[in-house]
T-cell receptor
C-alpha cells in the first residue's frame, strides 16, 4: 500500500492564481481530511469528508473548496491565492473515528 | 467545541533522561486521545493512543496516562534517544473530527 499520497510536493503561486492540491489514498478509508500547518504551529482543519459525495467545513475553510467524487480522491482547490495561504498542507485519511494516516504534505508559497 | 492546550511548547532533555508532555482538554465527554509524532519534513504519525476506559497504556519506551477527572492526559518517553527528537502533538475529539494541540518540540541532546 502506498498509503496517502499528495501532489505536488512544492509549489509557488502568484497572488490571484488558482491551483488544486491532489490527495489519494489506497486504504479504502471513508474519512478524509485537509489540514494546514503554519510555521511552528499546530494543525488547523480546512475541510473533511466522511464518504464519497459528502464534505463539510472545518475550522478554516475560507478561500478553499473540496470535492469527493470517489473514496480514493479528495482534492483541495485554492481560488484566488493570497499570501495568507502560504503554508504546508496535509491530507489525511481514517477508517473511522480513530487513527489518522497523514500524507507527506505540500509546501505552498504565495508571492 | 473542544479546546486542547499542550505544555511545554519546547523541551530539551539529555539522552537517556525521561520526557513528559501534558495536554488538557475541555469536553468531559471526550473518550479517545491520540499522540502523534512529526519528524522534520514529514506528516504526523500516530505513536500511541488511549481510550477513556483505561488510565494508562504503554508501548515499550512510550506511555500515555489519562486523568478523566482533571481532563488531562500525558505522554511519557523514557530512556530518550536522539531519534526521539521531533514535534509531538496531542489531539482530542470534536464532533466527527479532532482538535490538535499546538505541539511540543522535543530535543534530545547527546
Amino acid at each position: 500500500n502506498a498509503g496517502v499520497t499528495q501532489t505536488p510536493k512544492f509549489r509557488i503561486l502568484k497572488i490571484g492564481q488558482s491551483m488544486t492540491l491532489q490527495c489519494t489514498q489506497d486504504m479504502n478509508h471513508n474519512y478524509m481530511y485537509w489540514y494546514r500547518q503554519d510555521p511552528g504551529m499546530g494543525l488547523k482543519l480546512i475541510y473533511y469528508s466522511v464518504g464519497a459525495g459528502i464534505t463539510d467545513k472545518g475550522e478554516v475553510p475560507n478561500g478553499y473548496n473540496v470535492s469527493r467524487s470517489t473514496t480514493e480522491d479528495f482534492p483541495l482547490r485554492l481560488e484566488l491565492a493570497a499570501p495568507s495561504q502560504t503554508s504546508v498542507y496535509f491530507c489525511a485519511s481514517s477508517p473511522g473515528w480513530n487513527e489518522q494516516f497523514f500524507g507527506p504534505g505540500t509546501r505552498l508559497t504565495v508571492l | 467545541g473542544e479546546n486542547v492546550e499542550q505544555h511545554p511548547s519546547t523541551l530539551s532533555v539529555q539522552e537517556g533522561d525521561s520526557a513528559v508532555i501534558k495536554c488538557t482538554y475541555s469536553d468531559s465527554a471526550s473518550n479517545y486521545f491520540p499522540w502523534y509524532k512529526q519528524e522534520l519534513g514529514k506528516g504526523p504519525q500516530l505513536i500511541i493512543d488511549i481510550r477513556s476506559n483505561v488510565g494508562e497504556k504503554k508501548d515499550q519506551r512510550i506511555a500515555v496516562t489519562l486523568n478523566k477527572t482533571a481532563k488531562h492526559f500525558s505522554l511519557h518517553i523514557t530512556e530518550t534517544q536522539p531519534e526521539d527528537s521531533a514535534v509531538y502533538f496531542c489531539a482530542a475529539p470534536d464532533g466527527q473530527n479532532f482538535v490538535f494541540g499546538p505541539g511540543t518540540r522535543l530535543s534530545v541532546l547527546p
